[in-house]
């Protein structure tokens, strides 16, 4: 992507990501997030424009909340850093109480608190300087009715493993050490299988297991697909000790 942007005349004043983000964003204006994959919350000021735009990444896994109330708009990825302005209130939204003890989550736009707001994942936000605010959804995981050719079992087969490999080796593309946490489930058994494909050395694999409570273990099947795949494995086994050592970090 970077180097696209060059050959069309965007200089670069650095290495990081986001001013990749900034040079598509002035090429493509608000239909830049199209052309972004992976995990993301960015937030920029389009001077021109005079308008914000805010964008959660299509999962959802990058956090981002807003307040908007009597003409004052705050945003931040964490709620508590939006508490700290004196004119937010901690007032808890009770009917988001009810979802939360219900489903253990939220459903978005609702956090636990009444007048603080989440941005749902594959949506942006864009606010202009006269107050005018709007949320679109630019992103969505199921293809529109009738969007597409009807494909055969094999075909959908054959799209499935593409796109598999393609996201295993866009997250290997990686300065520091990596590798998987393997349970010997079909989804990280899977992702090995991928990345072994894809490597010259052996893929690092770790897997965690239990002392006191062998009946939770996983360690076999994960064994098993170490060895298949010729792994470089790791395995970590705790305990209670360890459980009650950790637990004022967890709490």
């Known amino acids: 992507m970077r180097e696209g942007l060059k050959e069309r005349g965007h200089v670069y004043a650095s290495r990081t990501d986001s001013e990749t983000i900034l040079h598509l964003y002035e090429e493509r204006g608000l239909d830049f997030v199209n052309e972004i994959e992976g995990d993301y919350a960015i937030a920029l000021w389009d001077t021109e424009a005079e308008r914000l735009v805010l964008v959660r990444d299509r999962i959802g896994v990058k956090p981002l909340y807003f307040y908007h109330k009597d003409g004052r708009f705050i945003f931040a990825s964490e709620i508590k850093a939006i508490l700290k302005h004196p004119g937010v209130s901690a007032e808890v939204d009770e009917e988001s109480l009810y979802h939360y003890l219900t489903f253990l989550t939220t459903p978005a736009p609702r956090t636990l608190f009444r007048d603080i707001r989440k941005l749902p994942a594959g949506h942006m936000l864009t606010l202009t300087r006269k107050g005018e605010l709007n949320i679109k959804q630019y992103w969505d995981a199921l293809p529109p009715e009738n969007g597409g050719a009807e494909l055969s079992i094999e075909e959908h087969k054959a799209e499935i493993l593409r796109l598999l ?23 990280s058994s899977a992702n090995v299988a991928l990345m072994a494909e894809q490597m010259s050395r052996p893929v690092e694999t770790f897997t965690v297991g239990f002392r006191d409570q062998e009946e939770f273990n996983e360690l076999d099947s994960a064994r098993r697909i170490a060895r298949d795949f010729g792994t470089n494995h790791h395995e970590v086994i705790i305990g209670e000790e360890e459980m009650q050592k950790f637990l004022p970090d967890l709490v």
């Open 165 to 187: 490999r393609a996201s295993i080796s866009k997250r290997m593309m990686s300065d520091v050490p990596f590798g998987v946490f393997l349970s010997g489930g079909v989804d």
